[in-house]
């Protein structure tokens, strides 16, 4: 296997190696051998060469099975291209996966008393390749367009991935679209009522509005959510404050053959270099990485790790904490160690 790693701009560099020092461990314990393929792209690098990836890079990430990645800033510069819609296209990542389920003892940490921890488990599913995000544009000084395109087959491919997520969980898909407003969600909106029925899951859907306000207020009404590109991507963060900090939520970007994991935050360049962002989502991609390549148990002991950093309050400022990265990702790797060879131990004298 090769795992490309992409630390990108501002904190990407300070909470990617935390998640890599947790990938060395498994990879060295175990003796998996996987290659590790480190790969520079962002805007440090289009301020020094004046690209922020070559044909080449993508190239070197289609050899690659999995991708680590961390944060890139974006500039409004004309000439500057977007890292991120560039790989989700030419690598095909169709379906973003975005799991909104708190971290077992956040509520108590962050003294949230107003929901529960239980009520709070969604997975939205967002489609990643077309909608607003076309990059079908015409920009002018009094008229610029963003055309949004929405076709049968893209909805149909979201829509069956989603059905095998909610297989694997209650068995119920809601739809978020507007297609009242929107007459192209039409087409998203019928292929996914159809791709349900085809695989026999509970369908329902619901208008971007009210859902953004259920998501909020009745989050329990939810389990897996398919969507399209632009709602996903701005639902997914609203579903992030669920979390307790954006510096827990983890996201999946899913292809045929690879994927790619990364935070769902960004480069956060008002915390970047003081050593205090939170490594947790970083940390908690790499472990959807593993449940991604079927690795439970490995996958497991980095949730377990992260729960018990949490319990002790080894935490950084964002969750109210005074540790730095360094120090909870040290902490998150040193549980993983301890219960790693716990439960080896009781393998052994089974
Ligand atoms: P951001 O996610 O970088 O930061 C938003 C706020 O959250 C900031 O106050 C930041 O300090 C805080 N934050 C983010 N991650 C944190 C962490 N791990 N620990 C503690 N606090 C954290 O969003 P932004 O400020 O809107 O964007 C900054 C830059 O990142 C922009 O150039 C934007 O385009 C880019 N961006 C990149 C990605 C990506 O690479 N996937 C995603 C979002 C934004």
Sequence with gaps: MKVAIVEGDGIGKEVIPEAVAVFDYFNETYGWNFEKVPVEVGFGRWERTGVTMTDSDISL????DAVLFGAVTTSSHPSYKSVLLRIRKELDFYANIRPIRPIKGIYKLLQ?????????????????????????????????????????SASRRIAKHACGLAGGRKNKLTAVHKSNALKSDILFLE???????EEGVVFSDKLVDI?????????????????????????????????????????????????????????????AGRGIAN?????????????????????????EAVEKAVEDGIVTPDLGGGYTTKEVGDYIL??????????????ESL
């Design 112 to 152: 949230i008393k107003d929901r529960k921890e239980e009520d709070v488990d969604i997975v939205i599913v967002r489609e990643n390749t077309e909608g607003l995000y076309s990059g079908i544009e015409e920009i002018g000084d009094v008229r610029s367009t963003t055309l949004r395109v929405i076709t049968k």
């Design 279 to 303: 490594p947790i989502a970083a940390i908690l991609s790499l472990q959807m990485m593993f449940e991604w390549m079927g690795k439970k148990r490995e996958a497991a002991l980095i949730s």
């Design 61 to 64: 990430l289609k050899t690659c």
């Design 334 to 347: 040193s549980r993983i160690r301890l219960s790693d060879a716990a439960s080896f131990c009781l393998e």
């Design 211 to 271: 859902f953004a306000y259920d998501l909020v207020m009745s989050p329990s009404k939810y389990d897996v959510v398919v969507t399209t590109n632009l709602f996903g991507d701005i639902l997914s963060d609203l579903g992030a404050a669920l979390l307790g900090s954006i510096g827990l939520a983890p996201s999946a970007n899913i292809g045929d053959n690879r994927a790619f994991f990364e935070p769902v935050h960004g480069s956060a360049p008002d915390i």
């Design 191 to 197: 292929s996914c009522r159809k791709v349900a029925e």
